[in-house]
DNA sequence: TGTACATCAGTGAACGCGCGTTCACTGATGTAC
DNA sequence: TGTACATCAGTGAACGCGCGTTCACTGATGTAC
């Protein structure tokens, strides 16, 4: 009984060109900058027409930090999927350049996410799952490693990490990785993102000339330092 | 024939119960939405007397991001000051955690440096002076070790090192760094930076139960890293 | 030291603007019988 | 298959708001002679 729905997909589609156009006035303005009125008048539409799709502009943020997350998610994902899956050192360089080409494509996107909090806005939970996709796909690759390679788990900096890491957490999609090597890891997380908040964000500007370069310098030393190549 | 010039005075004392009010507000709301009329209000002035002290908003913003960085800088400076020249160790941990606790206490300030760039505003010049006194702050604990124990410069990693850092910047204030070291020094400020914002902005939601623990354990591997302690 | 004038801080009204959101409506598209 | 009704997308006017900035002004404070 299932007919061609017209307007279902009609629906669809125009809540794909909202966020379309959204996501094109954020990468010329910022993201507290965005007004529905704008990407109305951006549509050739009365503002309150997209009222029918996003009860208000809190919710049409949300839509677009989901879909950050989850671009930057796939992207990543994706790239790496490529890469056979016994060549860590190529999947762990493959990831992280493609986070950071992510970001440097989507400059306010990335902002959106990793940048300042929006004053007033607080993210619901749905976020929270989008957000973890680019993590967990770091996180595979160093849990590969070291189930290939066993590691017997020190119970004393087992103990000592516990204290200050959500080890369940963590060890639910990382559960080979001894808790010295997480403490690295998510060391290495950090260090990635920093550098490229950094980078965009103009702090690098008197001290780094190349930054495709020093950046596979980085992640190159982030994977020995995490014991995968 | 020095008066005593109350109006200089008064003048100066009101420029900083503007910048303190403003402040004051930074911290409740986020920087965009910071407004001349409400700064004013919370002075219980008209707006428009606002325009004697700075010629727009924009005038208003620089001048406190400039004291941001001044303020991140001069704390860090003040509380290294205090620890021994040869204690590098400490010089390290004392200078790290005040960058992070100042942050704690001046989260909109940190953001307002350190997160997202303000869209359609850019920084003039003098805010570069001020945001490297931190930086520097790092720099001279690794320089200060180095001019203690005098290490080669390898000619090779020099050249490959040249080609994506701006060495002579860098060596400005730290002459006696081996390149190699160079590396892992600007690496551990961008994870000091990193870790902070990671706090802040809330990425550490599901993985550290203990930040203050776990700093400690971040900048004292990023120490031995460096090849201070 | 006293007076005349210049400088400056702050006022209050006004400008034009763009914003988010609501509401009663029209007309086209889908559904049920 | 044809008709009557319900659903939905989009319109256009209107709301109330707070914003940055300008301007002519008043009154107090400083300066020069």
């Known amino acids: 009984m299932e007919k061609p729905r017209t307007r279902k997909v009609a629906r669809e589609l125009q809540i794909q060109t909202i966020k379309a156009t959204a996501r094109r006035l954020l990468d010329q303005r910022g993201a507290s900058e965005l007004s529905l009125r704008e990407v109305a008048r951006e549509m ?13 502009r809190d ?8 879909d950050a997350y989850n671009d930057l998610g796939a992207s990543t994902e994706d790239a790496e999927a490529v ?57 595979r690759i160093i849990n590969d490693h070291f189930q290939e390679h066993p590691t017997a788990f020190d119970p004393s900096s087992e103990k000592r990490v516990a204290e200050f890491f959500e080890l369940e957490n963590l060890r639910f999609f990382m559960p080979n990785v001894p808790a010295e090597m997480l403490v690295k890891g998510i060391g290495a997380w950090t260090q990635v993102f920093g550098f490229v908040s950094f980078e965009l964000f103009g702090h690098y500007e008197n001290s780094v000339r190349d930054f495709e370069a020093y950046f596979d310098e980085v992640v190159t030393r982030l994977g020995h330092d995490v014991g995968i190549f």
């Not at 919710?59 to 989901?66: C, D, F, G, R, V």
């Not at 493959?94 to 990793?114: D, K, N, S």
Request: aromatic share 10%; glycine share 4%.
């Open 44 to 56: 050739n539409q009365t503002s309150s027409a997209l009222y029918r799709y996003f009860a208000n």
């Open 59 to 66: 919710e049409l943020l949300t839509a677009l930090i989901l």
């Open 83 to 139: 890469v056979a899956r016994s060549n860590r050192r190529e999947r762990w360089l493959v990831a992280t350049r493609t986070i950071r080409r992510w970001a440097l494509q989507h400059p306010h996107e990335y902002a959106l996410v990793y940048g300042s909090p929006i004053p007033g806005y607080h993210a619901p939970v749905e976020t929270i799952v989008a957000a973890t996709r680019v993590t967990n796909v770091l996180g």
